[in-house]
């Protein structure tokens, strides 16, 4: 690990690549540290919604209380990496990352091993464009009531919040660097064609 570099290509952990196979999983390295890797997912490994609690809880979602935090922490973290990887991926400090919009409240800090990029790190760290313009598995395209029509440039979650409390931000919706926010619900069909890259920090 200590030979990697930013842009390489890194295989770690698995999951699901269709509905009865698993396979490894591929990360980019965008961050490198004297001791860490900084990495997201090579591909859009699920898609599912940001939260599932519906309208009517009227709740103020960001990402220190999101079901999506949890589901990545609990479920994912779990069912992805054996003991030894896990020993490896750092549990970090994760800032809920400035709302895309002056005056929504962000949130609280947490601390998580794994997490999805804020607005301000997706900006500054997917520095090319094909980092940006990840392809799904095709687990993640079954993992939904709908055909994704996006063929190309598909969008996944962010974590900084957005304009209402019932929104967060997205990447890759219109092209590169492209910053929205995006209903979280699950019953809104909108969040079925938004996807999931995971980020961590690696030891090495």
């Given at each position: ?16 690549d269709?509905?009865?196979?698993v ?9 490198k540290t ?11 490994l ?6 599932s ?8 979602i ?12 609990e ?6 990496f ?45 520095t ?8 799904p ?18 969008q ?7 304009r209402?409390?019932?929104?967060t ?6 092209g590169?660097?492209h ?6 619900f699950e ?6 064609f ?11």
């Amino acid at each position: 690990m200590s030979e990697v570099k930013v842009g390489d290509i890194i295989k770690f952990g698995r999951y699901h690549d269709t509905a009865d196979t698993v396979a490894p999983i591929e990360w980019i390295v965008i961050k490198k540290t004297d001791f860490k890797l900084g990495v997201i997912s090579k591909k859009l490994l699920d898609r599912r919604p940001f939260d599932s609690d519906g309208w009517e809880s009227q709740r103020e979602i960001t990402w220190n209380n999101s079901p999506m935090r949890r589901w990545l922490n609990e479920v994912f973290y779990k069912e992805a990496f054996n003991d030894e990887e896990k020993e490896m991926i750092s549990e970090v400090i994760v800032d809920p990352g400035e709302s895309i919009y002056s005056g929504r409240y962000p949130g609280l800090e947490s601390r998580d091993h794994i997490f999805l990029l804020s607005v301000v790190e997706a900006t500054n760290l997917l520095t090319e464009d094909e980092w940006i313009k990840a392809e799904p598995t095709q687990y993640a395209l079954q993992n939904g009531d709908e055909e994704d029509e996006w063929e190309d440039n598909k969008q996944f979650w962010l974590r900084s919040a957005g304009r209402e409390y019932y929104t967060t931000a997205v990447m890759g919706f219109l092209g590169p660097f492209h910053e929205t926010d995006y209903h979280i619900f699950e019953e809104d069909n909108t969040n079925r064609f938004t996807y999931v890259r995971p980020a961590m920090w690696i030891d090495i």
